[in-house]
C-alpha cells in the first residue's frame, strides 16, 4: 500500500506545482499584456498574433499540465487494483516457477516439465549455501513430472528443514540436452510490498509475484 500512496503523493504534488507556476505566469502574462495595449502608440500599434500564439502556447501547456495528472491518477488507481489481486492470493495455494522449495516435516516437492525423455536424468539438491546434499539418477518422461526428497542426504543423514534448490540435467536419445523447468507450488501466507516487485511469502519462501502459474483455494 505505500508505493501506491507515495506515488500518488508525488504525482498530485508535481501536478499541483506545475499548475501552480502556470497560473502565476498566465497572469503576469495577461498583466503585462493589458499594460502594453495600453501603452501602445496607436499610430503603430502591435502585432497581435503574437500575443495569440504565446496565449496557444499557454493552452497547449496547460493541458499537457492536465493531461500528465490524469495519467498519474491512472496510474495510482491501477497500483491500488495490482495491490489488491495480490492480497487475494493470501490464504490460496499457488503454483510458481521456482527452482527453489522448502524442506518441511521431512519433505518437499517439486514439479517440472521436460523438453523429451531422458533415460538417466541426474537430480541434484542443493542446500541455502550452494552445496550439493543429495544426488540421485532416473528415467524421467517428456512433459509433466515430479520430484519428492524425503530429506536423506548423500552422507545418509538427513538434512535440516530449509530451503534447497532442484538441479535437473538429461540428455535425449539423440544424445541432445533436454530443458527442465520446475515449478513450486505452496501456499500463500503474506504479501510483501515494501520493494519494486511484489513477493509472496510461500511456506516462508519469498517469491515474486509475477512468477505465479495457477492459483486455487485451500481447502
Excluded at 62 to 89: H, P, R, W
Aim: glycine share 8%.
Amino acid at each position: 500500500m505505500s508505493i501506491s500512496s507515495v506515488s500518488a503523493s508525488t504525482g498530485t504534488s508535481t501536478s499541483s506545482s506545475d499548475m501552480s507556476a502556470l497560473s502565476s505566469n498566465y497572469q503576469m502574462f495577461l498583466q503585462l499584456l493589458v499594460t502594453q495595449m495600453q501603452n501602445q502608440n496607436p499610430l503603430d500599434p502591435m502585432d497581435s498574433s503574437q500575443f495569440t500564439q504565446q496565449l496557444v502556447q499557454y493552452s497547449s501547456v496547460e493541458q499537457q499540465i492536465k493531461a500528465n495528472q490524469s495519467l498519474s491518477d491512472l496510474k495510482t488507481m491501477f497500483a491500488v487494483q495490482s495491490v489488491l489481486s495480490f492480497v487475494g492470493y493470501v490464504g490460496k495455494t499457488v503454483t510458481v516457477d521456482s527452482s527453489t522449495t522448502q524442506l518441511k516435516d521431512g519433505s518437499a516437492t517439486w514439479n517440472f516439465n521436460g523438453s523429451a525423455a531422458s533415460s538417466e536424468a541426474e537430480i541434484k539438491i542443493y542446500d541455502a549455501n550452494g552445496s550439493v546434499v543429495y544426488t540421485t539418477t532416473q528415467k524421467l518422461a517428456a512433459g509433466d513430472g515430479k520430484f519428492e526428497w524425503a530429506g536423506e542426504t548423500d552422507s545418509g543423514g538427513i538434512a535440516p528443514a530449509g530451503d534447497y534448490t532442484i538441479s535437473i540435467t538429461g540428455k535425449d536419445a539423440s544424445g541432445k540436452a533436454v530443458t527442465y523447468k520446475s515449478e513450486t507450488t505452496g501456499q500463500v501466507d503474506a504479501v510483501d510490498f515494501s520493494g519494486s516487485t511484489p513477493l509472496l511469502s510461500i511456506d516462508g519462501q519469498l517469491i515474486s509475484a509475477y512468477l505465479v502459474k495457477s492459483v486455487k483455494s485451500t481447502s
